[in-house]
Each structure stands twice: as C-alpha cells, then as structure tokens.
C-alpha cells in the first residue's frame, strides 16, 4: 500500500484546510486509516482514524468538534477536515494505513510521507 498526503499550507489562526490522502496498491488489506501528526520537538500523535465502512471514527480529544475525518472508498481516499485551527496544530500531518484499530503509531502498517500544516497567529 501506497499513501500520498496532500492539502497542507499556511493558514491563518481560525482558519481551515483539509487534507488528503490517496491510496494506491492492495487497500483491500487495510481496514483502518488514521491521521497523526508531528510538531516540532514533539513526539508524533494520533489525530482520528476511521474504518473502511465509515462505521468507526475516533478523534483525539484535542480535535474533536474541530476536525473532522472521513473517506471515499471508491476513491480511494481519506480526508481530514480542519477547521477552527490553531497555532498549536502546527505540524506535519501524516496518514496511515492499517488492519488493527488502534490510536498507537505502531499498530500502522503503511504511512504516508507527510504534509505540512503551519497555522499563524
């Protein structure tokens, strides 16, 4: 499985992006996809995930009601829509793929390489 991140830029405190992720090669495998992101100095975090059904969704606590996730399956792609963005969710944003549900980075087993969200204040 292949993941290509898109969607990240510059936007202003308050703001919204959404981001993209395409997948390409055997999806069929994996069930999960999830959002976690990375800021400088800062370990990675899990974001969302979603199952392929669109019946599972989770958030961290510091995006739920803000963010939210989904993903068309006929296209093969997630998305993550950000809204009322902060200066705190600057970060490079990465997708991941995998079969187990789980909000642990390990638990993935293909990852994108990143799109970078920068909010200003």
């Known amino acids: 499985v292949q993941l290509q991140a898109s969607g990240g830029g510059l936007v202003q405190a308050g703001g919204s992006l959404r981001l993209s992720c395409e997948a390409s090669?055997?999806?069929?495998?994996?069930?999960?996809m999830g959002w976690f992101r990375q800021g400088i100095g800062k370990e990675r975090e899990f974001v969302a995930a979603?199952?392929?059904?669109?019946?599972?969704?989770y958030y961290a606590d510091f995006v739920k009601g803000r963010f939210a996730i989904s993903r068309d399956n006929a296209k093969n792609t997630m998305y993550l829509q950000m809204n009322s963005l902060k200066p705190e969710d600057t970060a490079v944003y990465y997708c991941?793929?995998?079969?187990?549900?789980?909000?642990?980075?390990?638990?993935?087993?293909?990852w994108g390489q990143g799109t970078l969200v920068t909010v200003s204040s």
């Open positions: 090669g055997r999806t069929f495998s994996s069930d999960v």
């Open positions: 991941a793929a995998g079969s187990r549900w789980s909000e642990r980075d390990r638990s993935y087993d293909y």
């Open positions: 979603i199952r392929r059904s669109g019946a599972s969704i």
